[in-house]
C-alpha cells in the first residue's frame, strides 16, 4: 500500500498475476469424440467472421464433434459478448473459439469458464494470455505490419507521404499492426517516404468514407493509403474508384477478394493481401479439439497435428501462427472466393 | 350594461404587405442562424485547406449530406405532427438491401429504386398503422420497430453482402457521378426538398399536418383526418427511408446487415438542430436539410483541417450543442420582438 | 369487478406479472437457468442498465430525458483507467469520477433549465460530446490490470448462493429512488412537472431546481455505473457502455414509463429490465440467436403499448355497461 | 314531451332523448332539444349539469349512448367533427381549441382556406378574410401573429372569429363571453342578432343570466343530465330561472361582508415589467377585498402573474405583511402567505391528467408532510374537505380533474389554493365559467376570508361581480393604474371611464 493507505497500479503489478496452466499434455492422446466447440466471433452476419465459422465448423465436424456458433450482433456490444461467454460456461460445452471485442473485458467470464474445465481458444483478435489456453493468430503481426508497408512502397516507387486508415481506435490487432509498419518504415530504404496521418474509420463504410476524403484534402500530396481493415480498405476502393483521385492515389492493406475484385479489376487497386479466415477458424477448431482432448496444454513448444494443415508448434504466450498471408492482385485474385 | 365604445383602434385598410410573414421570420431567421454557422464552418476550413472547396471536394460535401437530407426531410415531417420515426435507420438498411439483391440478380436501376421505396412505404404504413390507429406513443411504438425490422433485416441478410462488384457499373457510376461539383443524388434530394416545402407551404394538407401537431385535440374538433395525415407522414417517411436505401446502395456500392444502424440518432440531430421543434407544430424541412448539411459538414470539415479523428466527436457533440443553443437564443429574441410589437400599449 | 382490481391491472403490475411468469417457466423448462451461476451472471451483467433505469424514470415521469448517460458512464470509465495508469490511488480515483459524472450531468440540467432548451437534443450533444472526451482522454488504451478485491467485488457473488455482491448496493439505491419518487413531496412534485409543468410551476413547485437535481443525480449515477462496468468487466476503455441509453430506454419504457410524462413507477421500470435481462438469458440458453432476441425486444416494447390501451378500451367498455344501470353519483360526504 | 308552439319553420337542427355516459357518470339523460332558425337558444344548468355534453354530441364530437339527431328533421349521424361541420354547424367549445404555432389567419381558416389553382393555398385571401373578420368584431389582432402567447380573451375572440366565418345555419356557442368585458361582448351581440336576422340558428351557453335574457328568446334548462323545461324567456325573471336550473331559490350573489380594514398584508410599489405594465403601486389590507378592473389586456393578469413571481419584474417591491418577495420565486411567495388563483385554470391551475385529490394536494407539498415523506391521510383529509366545501361535483376524488365539467374544475383550483391557508389572495377571475349558484358560494367564500382577515384582491371582467364584492376597485388603462375608487364611488360609469383612459 502507498503513504496515503490508497490501491495503486504499482501495488497491483508488485503482486504480479500468475495463471497457471494446470495439467500435463499427452501428445499421444486419442482425438476425443462427441465434444461440443462453441465459436463466439466478435460478430455473427459479419462475412469475415461466417467465413471463419465455416471452417472451423469444418474441422469441428471432421473430427466427429459438434459445432455450435452464439455471438453479438454489433461488434462493439462487448457486455453482449461476456453474456455469451457466461451462456457457453452455463451449456457446459467442452471448449470455446472466441474472437475477443476487448483484450480485458473478457477474461473474468473466460477465466470462469476455464475454471469449469472448458478449453479456450482465441482467434483473430487476443485476449490477455492468461485469459485463454492459445491464441490463433492469423499471421504473424510483424509480416503482416511489415509486407503491407513493403507492397505499398513498391506501387508508389518508395516515394512519398502515406497515410494509414485505421478501425477503431482501441483496435488491438490494428494497433498491433500499426506499430511494425512504423518499425518497417524506419528502414532507411523508405527514407522517402513518410506516414503523415493515421485516421480511424471505426469499421464504418460511412466513417471510413469521410475519413478517406479528409485525407486526401489534407495531404494533396498524398500517395499511397494502407488499410489493415477490411471494412475500411471497402471504403476507401470505393471511395477512390468515384474520385479523381482514382489511380493515382495507391491503395492497400487487408481486404477480402470478393470485396476487392472490382476495385482490383477497374485499377483502383493494385494489389492487397489477407490470410484465408477459412482456415483461420479450422485452425481455431483442430486446436480447439487439441486441448479438450489433452494432446495440448497451451504451453510453449508443444507440437500438434492440424489434420491436412499440417504440423503445428505453440509458440511464445500461448500463441500459434497461421502462416503468411496471400497478397492477392489482379492476375491471381479470381482464382480464390470468400 | 353600459357599453362603452371599443378603444382599439379599428384595423387599417391596407392589409400587411404578404402573407403569413410573421411566422415565417420565425422561421426563417433561424434557419438563416445555422445557414451562417455553416458558412463561417466552410469559410474557414477552406481558408485553412484550399482543397476543400476544390470541384471534388464540393462534390463530396454535397454527396455525403444527400441521404442524411432525405431522411430528414421525411422525419421532419413526422416531427412535426408531434410524433417520430426511429426506425428510419433499420428501413434504410433494409430497403438498401432490397434494391441490392435485385439489382444482384440482373435487375435494371428503375426497378430496383422502385423497389427500395415500397419497401420503404411498407414500413413507413406499418409504423404509421401501429401509431395512428393504436394512437400509442410513437417513441415506442418506432423504437420497438426499429428493433423488428433490423432484427428481420439481419435474419434474412445473414452474413450475405451486396459489393460494387454486383452491382450493374451504370448504377454505381450514377452514384458518385454528376453535373460538374453537383452530383447527382443531391440534385434529387433537392427535388424532393424543395417539392416537400412546398407541399407543407402551399397546400392545405400540409398546413394541417402543423396543426394536428401544434394542438392534436384542436386538430380532432376542426375535423381534420388526424389519422389519415399521420398515416401520410409516416408512410412519406418511409417512402424516403427506402429511396434514400437505393442511394446508398449507390453511392457506396456495399450493403451488408448492419447498414443504416445507429442513424436514428444522426437523423434526429440533424432534424433538431434544423429547428424543428421535437413538440411539433413548428419548423421546416429547409431547416431539417441545413441540420443534415451541417452535421455532415462537420464531418468533412475537421479531417479537411487535420483535426485528428481523435477530436472529431467530442467536436461534434459540442457543435451540435452550440448549434441548438444558437437556434435557441434566436428564437428568444424574435418571441420577445414579436412580443413588444404585439403589445397594444407600445 | 371490483375497484381495486380494475387499478391493479396496470401495465406496471402486468410486467411485474410476466416478469415472474417468465422466471417460474425458466426454472421449470430451460436448462441452466435456474442454477446459482447463472442467476449471478444474468443479474450481474443486467445491473449496469437496471442502476441507469433509476435515475432515468425519474427524468422521463418529469418529462425529460437522458441520451447521455452512457457515455457519462463510458468518460467516467476512461477517466477512471487513465488516472489509474498515472498511478493513482483506486480509494481516490473512484469519488473523482464520481464528482465527474455530477458535472456531466450538471452540465445537461444546466443547458436544459437555464438556456431551456429540449433535452432529448442536449443529450444527444452530449452523448457525443462526453463520449468524444472520454476518447481524448484514454485514447486507444484498455486498462484491465485494477486491483482484485475491487474486481471480485464487481463481478464476484457471495459465496455459492446467487447473489453478486453487488446486488445488495443496489437494492439499497432502488429503495432509496423507490422512497424519493413514490413517497416524498419532491416525488410528487416530479409527477406534477411531467403532466403539467405550468402549472407546477404556477403552484409553487420549483421546476428547474427539481429538474437540475434530477439531471445531476443521473450523472451521478451514470458515473457509478461507468465504475461499476470497467470493474465488473475488468476493462476501462473510452467505449465501454457504448449503446447503454437505448436499451435503458427500452426497458423503461416497457416498464410503462410514459414519455409524455406524468405517469409510471419505479416498479415496473426495474421490472422491465429485468425482464429483458431474463429474456435474454434464456433465449441465448436456448441458442435463439441474437437476431431474433433483437425481433423479440422489439414485439415486446410494441405489445408493451398496445397492450394497456386495449386493455384500457376493455375496461371503459366495462364500466360503460355498469353504469347504464348505477344511479348517478353525487359529491360524497368527507369521511373524516 | 312538451314544447311551447313556435310558429315559423321546422327546427334545423333537434336531439331526441339524447343520453350519454362517462364510464359511471350519466351527463345526459333523455335530453331533447329544438333549434330553429333565426332563433337564439339559451341553454341553462348548473356546473356540470351536462351543457357541453350535449354540444359536443351536437357536434359530433361525442356519440350519444342513445337517442337521436335531426338535421332538417332527418335523423343524422355524425362520426366526427368533421361532418357536423360539413352539415352547417359551426361550434365555439368551451376551452379555446388554438394552434399555438399557427397564425390567427390560420386558425380561422384551418381545414377550409381560399383556394387557388390546383388545389394550393390562397395566403393573400385567407389574410384579407381574417382582416375582414376582425374588423367586424371591432378588435385589432394582427392575422400573421402566432396564437401562441394570446390572452385567453383574444384566444375567445379569434374562436369566434372561426365560427362566424364559417357562414354556418348554425351556430352553437358554449360560454363564449366568460372572458370578455362589456365592450367586446356588446360587439359579439351585435354580430349574433344580425346572423340571427338572417336566418341562423344560434344556441348560446352563459351563467351570466342578464345575458341571456339581453339576447335569447328561449331558453332550454337541464338539471344533472336530465332535461327540466324548454320555454320562452319573455316573462321570465332571473329568479325564475334559477329556480330551474338550481332547484330551489338563490342566495343573494353578492354577499359583501362589511369588515374595517386592518393593517396592510400586501404591498406593490412601483412595479413594472417592460412591455406589460407601468409603475403599479397599490395596497391590500387585512380584510379588505380591492378590485382590480380594466379591459381586456390592460395588464390585469400581467401584475397578477409579477406578484406572485412567476414573471420577473424589471423594478419596483413587493412585500406581504412587511416582507420583501424575491423577484420570481413563486415558492417563497407562497411561503409568505400569498396564493394566486390564475386566470388560465387548464394551463396553469390545474394539472389535467392528475387526480382531483392530488391537484388540490399539489399546495400542499410542504404542509402534508411527515419525516419527509407524504402523510397520504393528511393529504385526503385535506383535498376532500376542500372540494367539499367548494361543492365540487365529481364521481370519485382520485379520477383525473380533466373529467370534471368546466365549473367544477375551476371549484378545484379555487379549493387548491384556499387549501394554503393563505394571507394575501389574489384570483384572476375567479368565477370564470361557474354557475351563479356556486358564484354566490365563492362570493360568500371570499367574503368570509375577508372577514377573517385574509386580504384579497381581485381580478375580473365580470363588472357587476367587481362593483357587488369590492371595498376598493382599482382601474388599469394600458398598463398603468389609471384610479383607485372606494366603494361608494363604484358604479359602471365611473369604472368603465377609468378603464377606458377617459378619466385620470
Ligand atoms: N370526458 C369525460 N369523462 C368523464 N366525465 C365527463 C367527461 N366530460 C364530462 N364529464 C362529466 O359529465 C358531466 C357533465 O359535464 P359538462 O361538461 O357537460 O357540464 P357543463 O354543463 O358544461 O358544466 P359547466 O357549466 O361547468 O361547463 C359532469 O359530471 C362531468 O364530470
Ligand atoms: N404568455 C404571454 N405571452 C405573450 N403575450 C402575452 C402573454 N400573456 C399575456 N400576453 C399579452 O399581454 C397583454 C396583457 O395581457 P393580460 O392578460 O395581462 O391582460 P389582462 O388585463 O389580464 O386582460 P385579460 O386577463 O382580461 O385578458 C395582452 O395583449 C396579451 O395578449
Ligand atoms: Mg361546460
Ligand atoms: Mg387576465
Known amino acids: 500500500a502507498t503513504a496515503c493507505g490508497g490501491t495503486t497500479k504499482e501495488d497491483v503489478k508488485n503482486e504480479g498475476g500468475a495463471a497457471a496452466t494446470a495439467g500435463k499434455a499427452d501428445p499421444n492422446a486419442a482425438t476425443k469424440k462427441g465434444l461440443t466447440v462453441g465459436f463466439l466471433p466478435k460478430q455473427v452476419n459479419n462475412p469475415y467472421f461466417t467465413t471463419a465459422g465455416q471452417g472451423g465448423e469444418k474441422a469441428v465436424k471432421e473430427l ?236 510453449e513448444g508443444e507440437t500438434f497435428r492440424a489434420g491436412a494443415m499440417g504440423e503445428y508448434t505453440i509458440g511464445e504466450d500461448g500463441v500459434i501462427n497461421l502462416g503468411k498471408p496471400t497478397v492477392f492482385d489482379a492476375k491471381n485474385i479470381d482464382d480464390f472466393d470468400f | 350594461m353600459t357599453v362603452t365604445a371599443p378603444d382599439r383602434t379599428p384595423v387599417t385598410d391596407v392589409p400587411r404587405s404578404s402573407g403569413t410573414r410573421l411566422v415565417d421570420r420565425v422561421f426563417r431567421m433561424r434557419e438563416l442562424a445555422i445557414l451562417a454557422v455553416l458558412l463561417v464552418m466552410i469559410v474557414v476550413t477552406q481558408l485553412g485547406n484550399s482543397e476543400f472547396l476544390s470541384e471534388q471536394g464540393i462534390k463530396d460535401l454535397l454527396l455525403n449530406a444527400t441521404i442524411l437530407v432525405l431522411v430528414a426531410t421525411g422525419q421532419s415531417l413526422v416531427v412535426i405532427t408531434r410524433n417520430v420515426d426511429l426506425s428510419v435507420g433499420s428501413v434504410l438498411g433494409i430497403s438498401a438491401f432490397a434494391a441490392g439483391t435485385y439489382l444482384q440478380g440482373g435487375g435494371d436501376s428503375v426497378p430496383a429504386v422502385l423497389l427500395a421505396v415500397l419497401t420503404g412505404v411498407g414500413f413507413g404504413l406499418l409504423n404509421g398503422l401501429l401509431v ?169 470539415v475537421l479531417p479537411a483541417l487535420g483535426v485528428s479523428s481523435v477530436w472529431v466527436l467530442a467536436i461534434n457533440g459540442i457543435l451540435l450543442i452550440c448549434a441548438i443553443a444558437v437556434d435557441r437564443v434566436v428564437a428568444l429574441r424574435v418571441a420577445s420582438a414579436l412580443k413588444k410589437r404585439n403589445a397594444r400599449h407600445a | 369487478m371490483p375497484e381495486s382490481v380494475m387499478r391493479a391491472v396496470r401495465w406496471d403490475t402486468v410486467v411485474g406479472a410476466l416478469l415472474v411468469v417468465v422466471l417460474l417457466l425458466s426454472f421449470g423448462f430451460v436448462d441452466g437457468f435456474g442454477n446459482a451461476l447463472n442467476l449471478s451472471f444474468l443479474i450481474g451483467n443486467t445491473l449496469p442498465i437496471a442502476l441507469i433505469a433509476l435515475p432515468m424514470t425519474m427524468l422521463v415521469v418529469c418529462g425529460e430525458i437522458d441520451l447521455s448517460v452512457a457515455s457519462t458512464a463510458g468518460l467516467s470509465g476512461a477517466v477512471m483507467g487513465a488516472l489509474w495508469n ?68 464487481a463481478a464476484g457473488r457471495i459465496g455459492d448462493t446467487f447473489v453478486p455482491y453487488a446486488l445488495l448496493p443496489f437494492l439499497a439505491l432502488l429503495a432509496v429512488a423507490v422512497v424519493a419518487l413514490h413517497a416524498t413531496p419532491f416525488g410528487r412534485s416530479l409527477f406534477a412537472i411531467g403532466a403539467g409543468e405550468e402549472a407546477a410551476r404556477f403552484a409553487g413547485v420549483r421546476v428547474r431546481r427539481q429538474k437540475l437535481i434530477l439531471f445531476t443525480a443521473t450523472g451521478l449515477m451514470a458515473s457509478l455505473t461507468g465504475v461499476f462496468w470497467a470493474l465488473h468487466y475488468a476493462s476501462a476503455r473510452y467505449d465501454n457502455a457504448t449503446g447503454l441509453e437505448l436499451s435503458v430506454v427500452a426497458a423503461v419504457l416497457l416498464g410503462g414509463i410514459d414519455f409524455d410524462g406524468g405517469k409510471g413507477t419505479l416498479g415496473g421500470a426495474i421490472a422491465g429490465v429485468f425482464l429483458l435481462g431474463a429474456l435474454q438469458n434464456v433465449m441465448s440458453l436456448q441458442d435463439v440467436s441474437a437476431q431474433s432476441q433483437i425481433v423479440v425486444t422489439g414485439v415486446l416494447l410494441v405489445l408493451s403499448v398496445l397492450g394497456p390501451r386495449v386493455a384500457r378500451q376493455v375496461s371503459a367498455a366495462r364500466a360503460g355497461r355498469r353504469a347504464a344501470s348505477a344511479p348517478v353519483s353525487k359529491a360524497p360526504t368527507p369521511t373524516s | 314531451m312538451t314544447h311551447p308552439s313556435t310558429t315559423g319553420p321546422a327546427p334545423v337542427l333537434a336531439l331526441r332523448d339524447i343520453s350519454k355516459s362517462f364510464g359511471a357518470v350519466r351527463a345526459l339523460r333523455d335530453v331533447s332539444l329544438e333549434l330553429f332558425p333565426g332563433e337564439v337558444h339559451a341553454l341553462a344548468g348548473e356546473n356540470g349539469a351536462g351543457k357541453s355534453t350535449l354540444i359536443k354530441t351536437l357536434a359530433g364530437v361525442h356519440r350519444p349512448d342513445a337517442g337521436q339527431v335531426l338535421l332538417d328533421g332527418e335523423p343524422v349521424v355524425f362520426s366526427g367533427p368533421g361532418d357536423a361541420r360539413d352539415a352547417g354547424i359551426a361550434v365555439i367549445y368551451q376551452e379555446p381549441t388554438l394552434f399555438p404555432d399557427l397564425s390567427i389567419a390560420e386558425n380561422i381558416f384551418m381545414g377550409r382556406r381560399p383556394r387557388r389553382t390546383l388545389g394550393r393555398i390562397d395566403h393573400k385571401a385567407t389574410h384579407a378574410a381574417t382582416v375582414a373578420l376582425m374588423r367586424r368584431l371591432g378588435v385589432d389582432l394582427d392575422p400573421d401573429r402566432p396564437a401562441r402567447g394570446l390572452s385567453i380573451a383574444d384566444q375567445q375572440i379569434v374562436e369566434i372569429a372561426k365560427a362566424l366565418s364559417f357562414d354556418a345555419r348554425v351556430l352553437i356557442m358554449d360560454e363564449p363571453t366568460a372572458a370578455l368585458t362589456g365592450s367586446e361582448v356588446a360587439r359579439l ?141 413563486p415558492s417563497t411567495a407562497m411561503a409568505a402567505g400569498l396564493a394566486l388563483v390564475p386566470e388560465d385554470r387548464r394551463a396553469q391551475g390545474l394539472v389535467m391528467d392528475m387526480s382531483i385529490e392530488r391537484n388540490i394536494g399539489l399546495t400542499g407539498l410542504r404542509t402534508t408532510v411527515r419525516a419527509g415523506l407524504m402523510d397520504r391521510r393528511a393529504e385526503r383529509s385535506r383535498s376532500l374537505d376542500w372540494a367539499v366545501r367548494l361543492q365540487v361535483k365529481y364521481a370519485r376524488i382520485a379520477d383525473a380533474v380533466s373529467t370534471l365539467s368546466g365549473g367544477n374544475q375551476q371549484k378545484v383550483v379555487l379549493a387548491k389554493w384556499l387549501a394554503t391557508g393563505p394571507k394575501v389572495l389574489i384570483v384572476d377571475e375567479p368565477t370564470r365559467g361557474i354557475d351563479v349558484g356556486t358564484k354566490a358560494e365563492v362570493h360568500r367564500l371570499l367574503s368570509e376570508l375577508a372577514a377573517d382577515g385574509v386580504a384579497v384582491l381581485m381580478i375580473s371582467s365580470d363588472l357587476p361581480e367587481i362593483l357587488g364584492m369590492a371595498d376598493r376597485v382599482l382601474v388599469m388603462h394600458e398598463g398603468r393604474l389609471t384610479a383607485e375608487i372606494p366603494r361608494s364611488e363604484a358604479t359602471e360609469e365611473t369604472v368603465m371611464a377609468a378603464a377606458t383612459g377617459r378619466a385620470a
Open chain 3, 86 to 153: 498515472q498511478g493513482m490511488a483506486i480509494e481516490a480515483i473512484i469519488p473523482v469520477c464520481l464528482l465527474l459524472g455530477v458535472v456531466c450531468g450538471l452540465v445537461n440540467g444546466l443547458l436544459v433549465t437555464r438556456l431551456g432548451l429540449p433535452s432529448l437534443a442536449v443529450t444527444i450533444g452530449t452523448l457525443a460530446a462526453y463520449r468524444g472526451i472520454a476518447q481524448i482522454v484514454l485514447g486507444s488504451d484498455a486498462v484491465t490490470d485494477f486491483p482484485a478485491p475491487y474486481l471480485d467485488f
Open chain 2, 132 to 300: 395512428s390507429l393504436g394512437q400509442v406513443p410513437a417513441l415506442v411504438v418506432t423504437l420497438g420497430t426499429l428493433y423488428i425490422i433490423r432484427g428481420i433485416d439481419s435474419i434474412w441478410v445473414g452474413s450475405r453482402q451486396i459489393t460494387a462488384a454486383d452491382l450493374p457499373g451504370s448504377f454505381v457510376d450514377f452514384g458518385s457521378g454528376g453535373v460538374r461539383a453537383v452530383p447527382y443524388l443531391a440534385l434529387i434530394a433537392l427535388a424532393v426538398l424543395v417539392a416537400t416545402a412546398y407541399y407543407l407551404k402551399h397546400f392545405g394538407s400540409g398546413r394541417e399536418l402543423y396543426a394536428l401537431g401544434s394542438n392534436p385535440e384542436a386538430a380532432r374538433l376542426a375535423g381534420i383526418p388526424v389519422r389519415k395525415r399521420i398515416l401520410a407522414a409516416y408512410t412519406f417517411c418511409g417512402a424516403l427511408a427506402g429511396l434514400a436505401g437505393a442511394l446508398y446502395l449507390a453511392r457506396f456500392g456495399n450493403v451488408d446487415s448492419g447498414t443504416g444502424n445507429g442513424y436514428e440518432l444522426t437523423v434526429v440531430s440533424a432534424v433538431v438542430v434544423g429547428g424543428v421543434v421535437f413538440t411539433g407544430g413548428s419548423g421546416s424541412v429547409y431547416g431539417a436539410a441545413l441540420g443534415a448539411l451541417l452535421l455532415t459538414s462537420v464531418n468533412s
Open chain 4, 189 to 329: 351581440f351585435g354580430v349574433v342578432r344580425t346572423l340571427r336576422e338572417q336566418g341562423a340558428a344560434v344556441l348560446f351557453i352563459s351563467h351570466r343570466l342578464e345575458e341571456i335574457f339581453q339576447i335569447c328568446r328561449r331558453v332550454t334548462t337541464l338539471r344533472d343530465g336530465a332535461w327540466i323545461a324548454s320555454e320562452p324567456l319573455a316573462g321570465m325573471t332571473e329568479d325564475d330561472l334559477v329556480r330551474r336550473m338550481v332547484g330551489r331559490d338563490l342566495d343573494e350573489l353578492y354577499p359583501k361582508q362589511a369588515v374595517s380594514p386592518g393593517e396592510v398584508a400586501l404591498s406593490v410599489r412601483r412595479l413594472t415589467r417592460e412591455g406589460a405594465f407601468t409603475d403599479i403601486s397599490f395596497e391590500v389590507r387585512r380584510g379588505e377585498i380591492v378590485g382590480l378592473a380594466g379591459l381586456v389586456g390592460a395588464g390585469r393578469t400581467e401584475v397578477a402573474r409579477a406578484v406572485f413571481g412567476i414573471d420577473r419584474w424589471d423594478a419596483g417591491e413587493v412585500e406581504v405583511d412587511g416582507r420583501r418577495l424575491t423577484n420570481g420565486a
Open chain 1, 64 to 299: 466427429g464433434s459438434t459445432y455450435k456458433e452464439v455471438g453479438p450482433s454489433s461488434a462493439t456490444d462487448t457486455s453482449g459478448q461476456v453474456s455469451y461467454v457466461n451462456t457457453l460456461t452455463q451449456q457446459q460445452v467442452d471448449a470455446m473459439a472466441v474472437s475477443a471485442q476487448d483484450p480485458g473485458a473478457l477474461c473474468t467470464a473466460l477465466k470462469q469458464a476455464m475454471n469449469n474445465g472448458i478449453k479456450v481458444v482465441t482467434y483473430d483478435s487476443d485476449t490477455k494470455p492468461e485469459c485463454r489456453n492459445a491464441f490463433i493468430s492469423q499471421a504473424s503481426a510483424e509480416d503482416l505490419g511489415r509486407t503491407e508497408v513493403q507492397l505499398l512502397a513498391e506501387q508508389i516507387g518508395h516515394k512519398g507521404e502515406i497515410a494509414i486508415l485505421s478501425a477503431a481506435q482501441t483496435a488491438t490487432n490494428q494497433n498491433t499492426w500499426i506499430e511494425f509498419m512504423k518499425k518497417e518504415l524506419e528502414d532507411p530504404k523508405y527514407k522517402d517516404m513518410k506516414l503523415v496521418e493515421i485516421a480511424y474509420g471505426n469499421d464504418d463504410a460511412q466513417t471510413s468514407f469521410q475519413q478517406t476524403q479528409g485525407l486526401l484534402q489534407e495531404h494533396p500530396n498524398l500517395k499511397g493509403i494502407i488499410s489493415p481493415t477490411t471494412v475500411g480498405i471497402k471504403a476507401a476502393a470505393q471511395y477512390l474508384s468515384g474520385s479523381k483521385y482514382k489511380g493515382k492515389v495507391k491503395l492497400t492493406g487487408l481486404g477480402t477478394p470478393n470485396d476487392m475484385r472490382k476495385y482490383v479489376k477497374n485499377g483502383t487497386v493494385e494489389a492487397f493481401e489477407l490470410w484465408d479466415p477459412a482456415r483461420l477458424g479450422e485452425l481455431a477448431g483442430r486446436t480447439a479439439v487439441a486441448l479438450a482432448s489433452g494432446q495440448i496444454t497451451g504451453k
